[in-house]
C-alpha cells in the first residue's frame, strides 16, 4: 500500500466577501501550518487572536449554519470552507477571519476551492492519519427521520438523499465515488432553503448578507403581488419573479439535483470536524447541521476508542522481530538492570513499536512495592524513550557512536497499572520531523488493547566524544 502524507498550501491566500446572516464584510486569509495542525480558525478581529480549532466538540450552533467557539470566541457557516480544505487534499491550514462569520460567496464552496488550487498544495514530512471505518456505525434523529451510515471502504464516498416533501424538489438524491471529486461535482453546488423560511428569516434580522446570487430559493407556495414587493425591498432588486421550476429569479441550476449535492457538500464539511480524514462510505438520508455534527461527534469517538486499540490488535507473538535484543544491545548503551526493551516488532518513517515484557524477576519488584509489584511508571516512561532512541539511532549509519538525552517530557498520564506478567508494547510516533538532532515524539503505551500510558517527550541525539 502506498504511503499518504499530509498537505498544506504553499503560501497564503485571501478571500473576501459579506457573512450570510451578518452582512458584514470579511475577509479569510489562508496560511500554511505544520503537520499535525489540522484546521484553525482565528478571530485576528478580537483582542488577543484567539484560536478555535475545528472540533465537534466545540459545535455551540447548528440552527441555520455550523458555529464553533472557544473561550467567548467564535466563527458562524464555516461547513463551506472546510469540505473546501477536505475536497482539496489540505489537512493542515489556518484560517485568519476579520470577523464573526466565514464569507458566505456564491453560496457554495467554489470560491475557497479556485482560492487554493490558486496557490497550490505541498506535500509535508508526516504520514496522513485515517479515520478506517472498520465496521458499520449508524446515526439516527427520529423526530427529523433522519439516517447517517458509514461502513467500510477504501476511498471516502459519500451518497445523500433528500426529501423534504415538496412538489418542486421532489425525492434528490447525489453521489460523490471519491474525495477526488468533489471540487468538479460538488464544490459549486450552492446553498438553498425555502421561501417561506426566507421570510422567517429575514424578519429574525438574520441573512443580511443574503442575496439571489448566493443561494436557491424554493417557491413551494403561490406568491402574491404584495409578497414579490416584499422580496423585491429585501434583495434590494426592481424585479422579482419566479421561474417555472419554482425557483425565484435565480441563475440556472448547475445540476439539476444542484440541493442534494449542496446537502453532500455540507455533510463532507460537517464531518471535518472528526479531526481526521476519513476512509469508509457514508450514506445520508435527510441530513442537516444537527445530524451532521452529532454523527461527527461519534465518529471522533470511534477513531479515539480504535487508537486505544490499534497496536494491541496488530501484535503477532508468532512474528520475527525487526529488531531483536542482540541487535538492540549493539544500537543502544544501556544495559541491566536498565535496558527496558526486549525487541522492536513493527518500525515505519514516522513510528516504531517496541515490546518490554514484564516478569516478577525485575529488581525494581523489590522495592517497588513488597507483596504489591508494581512497574514504575518513570520506568515505563524510560522504556518509551528507549524505543524512540532505536527509532532515531536507526537513521544513522553508525548508531553505537551516538547517544539520545532528555530534553522534556510533557503531558504525560499514568492510566493504569502495568503489572508482572504484562506485555507492555511501547509505541513512539514523530509529531515533526527531527531538525539538528532534536526528536518530539508522542509516546504511548499498551497492555493488550489498552493504554496505559501516554504523554509526549523532546530527545536530542549527540554524538559522542571519542575516547582516549
Known sequence: MNKEYQHTIKQSVTVSGVGLHTGKEVDMTFHPAAVNHGYKFRRIDLPGSPVIEADADLVTDTARGTTIAKNGASVSTIEHTLAALVGMGIDNVLIDLNGPETPIMDGSSKEFIEAIHSVGAVEQEAEREYINIAENITFKDANRKTEITVMPADDYQVTVMIDFDSKVLGKQHATLDHISEFSGNIGNSRTFC???E????????????????????IVDKEVTNDEMEKLKKMFNKESVSVKKEGILNNLELHW?????????????????LAGKPIKGKVIASRPGHPSNVAFAKKLKAYYKLRRTQMVGTHYDPNAEPILDINSISKMLPHRYPFLLVDKIIEMGENHIVGLKNIT???????????????????????????????????????PENY?????????VKFKRKVLPGDSLLLKMELMAPIRRGICEMKATAYVGNNIVTEGELTAQVVKRNPTA
Open 198 to 217: 426566507l421570510e422567517m428569516l429575514y424578519e429574525n434580522n438574520l441573512i443580511k448578507g443574503g442575496d439571489l446570487n448566493n443561494a436557491i430559493v
Open 256 to 272: 439539476s439535483n444542484e440541493p442534494a449535492r449542496h446537502k453532500l457538500l455540507d455533510v463532507v464539511g460537517d464531518l471535518a
Open 360 to 398: 516478577f524477576n525485575e529488581a525494581f519488584f523489590q522495592g517497588h512495592f513488597p507483596n504489591n509489584p508494581v512497574l514504575p511508571g518513570v520506568l515505563q516512561i524510560e522504556a518509551l524513550a528507549q524505543t524512540g532512541g532505536i527509532f532515531v539511532l536507526s537513521k544513522v549509519p553508525d
Open 403 to 411: 547517544d539520545t538525552y532528555f530534553l522534556k517530557i510533557d503531558k
Open 194 to 196: 425555502f421561501l417561506h
